[in-house]
Nanobody
Framework: QVQLVESGGGLVQAGGSLRLLCAASGRTFSRYAMGWFRQAPGKEREFVADISWTGGSTDYADSVKGRFTVARDNAKNTVFLQMNSLKFEDTAVYYC???????????????WGQGTQVTVSS
């Protein structure tokens, strides 16, 4: 069982940066791949980034590639999403999720956080 809590969201101007943090409980955190997803109003939840359980492999949605970076610290049971050069269209609720392997498909992930709001003003 893994419980996830996201933090770090907020209001930022376009071009600015935010760093999201996902704190996990449970001794088996390091066995899970982690994903970040987001959902904007009126839109379906979409993949943002993922990272393997070792942290050695990452993947990104084309829309955030080169601007966002995902990392993890298994010793501290945390996953980070560094978001730079934010755009208005990045506005969404951001969720972290834990699953058996890295995947862009949300159905792969068994555990989800409650989400944190990111609002980018144009």
């Amino acid at each position: 069982q893994v419980q996830l809590v996201e933090s770090g969201g907020g209001l930022v101007q376009a071009g600015g940066s935010l760093r999201l943090l996902c704190a996990a409980s449970g001794r088996t955190f390091s066995r899970y791949a982690m994903g970040w997803f987001r959902q904007a109003p009126g839109k379906e939840r979409e993949f943002v980034a993922d990272i393997s359980w070792t942290g050695g492999s990452t993947d990104y949605a084309d829309s955030v590639k080169g601007r966002f970076t995902v990392a993890r610290d298994n010793a501290k049971n945390t996953v980070f999403l560094q978001m730079n050069s934010l755009k208005f269209e990045d506005t969404a609720v951001y969720y972290c999720a834990a699953g058996p392997y890295s995947d862009y498909a949300s159905r792969t992930y068994s555990y989800w956080g409650q989400g944190t709001q990111v609002t980018v003003s144009s």
